[in-house]
Every structure is written in C-alpha cells, then in structure tokens.
C-alpha cells in the first residue's frame, strides 16, 4: 500500500524559513517522480514544485525561494522554503506522479500546514 | 502561469449526470492529452478521478469520464451518488518549467 507522510509544518514569520518531510513507503520511491503541490485555506489547488532524478522544476511563485530534494536511502521528499511570505500560507501535500502520465499524481499525503504570519 | 477556469458550481440529482468544464489554451489543455481530473471531500486529499484525458485509474468507477475538445477538457459523472458530492480540479500539463496548472475548482451538489 502506498503511504506518503508529510510533517514538518507549523507557523514562521514572513521572511522565515521552513523544510517539509514526506516519508514514503509502498513504492519504488528512487525511481519514481514527485512533486509539492498546495492549497492555501478556502482555495484551489497550486503545484510548487517536481523533482525527476537531479532535475528538479519549480513554478515563477515561488522560483528562488523553494528548493525541493529527496534522499532516496531514507525514502523521503523535502521541500526548504526560504524567505516565506504570508500568501505562502497553505497545506502542503506531497504527491507521487504517475509515470508517463504528463505529471499527474496518482497518490498524495495528507498534507501539512503551514502558517506564514507575523 | 493562469489557472485553468472551471465553473465554480454544478448541481444534479441522485441518478442524473453533470458534465464540468475545464478551459485552458493551447499551450496547456489544447497542447498535450495530458488532463486529469481530481476529486477532493472536505479536509481531505485529492484523490486522481481521470487522468491522460480520460482513463481511469483502478477502483474509479466507470460513472466518472472524461473527454477534450480544442481547449476545453470536460468531466461526465453519470448516476450521481450522494458520495460524489465534492470539489473537482482539472488539471494540466503546461509544459517548460511550469509543468503542471490546475484548474480553478468547481463544487458538485448532490441535490
């Protein structure tokens, strides 16, 4: 069964920083892509971020400040995010793509939040 | 990248069908058969309804469908059940380094 595991959340003050984890387990996590995707309270859904072996993508909104990584001994996914601002306020999923699939995401974790305010 | 535009509400009843929009460009939706769709109850995950435009993943049952004109992919549930009520994202591939936008979201009454 795959299981992905977010912690790592909670509240930092604007221009603070924050790293998430995303255990996994279930899956043949090294060989596989993932990705961060958001939801600030009450709205849409916002991919953050993808990495794919050393390649890692990253939308304008947060291009400079995130920094995605993973450590395939340990089965786990991070997201460092620096220079946080208030609209960065959000839950915070973890999701696995689903191969060929255009980067879709076929399972997610149950997200973290995180709460950008002074 | 803009977000995809749905509507923000649909509504049937039990046993009928709703169809939702979703409406890109030609460098997202019209671009690539690469559209999925999400179901997502309240303080819950998304959960992958459809994904490559319209095949479903194992266990979704077959009332969920998908299909894509031009710009515009669309998601059919047919014999709405109680437990379909839900937001519902699109999503897309969009290519370069912005590799994915989801849609604005539409909430699907069960009246």
């Known amino acids: 069964e795959v299981q992905l595991l977010e912690s790592g959340g909670g509240l930092v003050q604007p221009g603070g920083s924050l790293r998430l984890s995303c255990a996994a387990s279930?899956?043949?996590?090294?060989?596989?892509?993932m990705s961060w995707v958001r939801q600030a309270p009450g709205k849409g859904l916002e991919w953050v971020s993808a990495?794919?072996?050393?390649?890692?993508y990253f939308p304008d909104s947060v291009k400079g400040r995130f920094a995605i990584s993973r450590d395939n001994s340990k089965n786990t996914l991070y997201l460092q995010m620096n220079s946080l601002r208030v609209e960065d306020t959000a839950v915070y999923y973890c999701?696995?793509?689903?191969?060929?699939?255009?980067?879709?995401?076929?399972?997610w974790g149950q997200g973290t939040l995180v709460t950008v305010s002074s | 990248q803009s977000a995809l535009t749905q509507p923000p509400s649909a509504s049937g009843s039990p046993g009928q069908s709703v169809t939702i929009s979703c409406t890109g460009t030609?460098?997202?939706?019209?671009?690539?058969?690469?559209v999925a769709w999400y179901q997502q109850h309240p303080g819950k995950a998304p959960k992958l309804m459809i994904y490559?435009?319209?095949k479903r993943p194992s266990g979704v049952p077959d009332r969920f469908s998908g299909s894509k004109s031009g710009n515009t992919a669309s998601l059919t549930v047919s014999g709405l059940q109680a437990e379909d009520e839900a937001d519902y994202y699109c999503?897309?591939?969009?290519?370069?380094?912005?590799?994915?936008?989801f849609g604005t979201g539409t909430e699907i009454t069960v009246l």
């Open positions: 030609s460098s997202d939706v019209g671009g690539y058969n690469y």
């Open positions: 490559e435009v319209s």
């Open positions: 990495i794919s072996g050393s390649d890692t």
């Open positions: 999503s897309s591939y969009a290519g370069g380094n912005n590799l994915n936008v």
């Open positions: 999701a696995k793509d689903l191969p060929g699939s255009g980067w879709q995401f076929d399972y």
């Open positions: 279930g899956f043949a996590f090294s060989s596989n892509a």
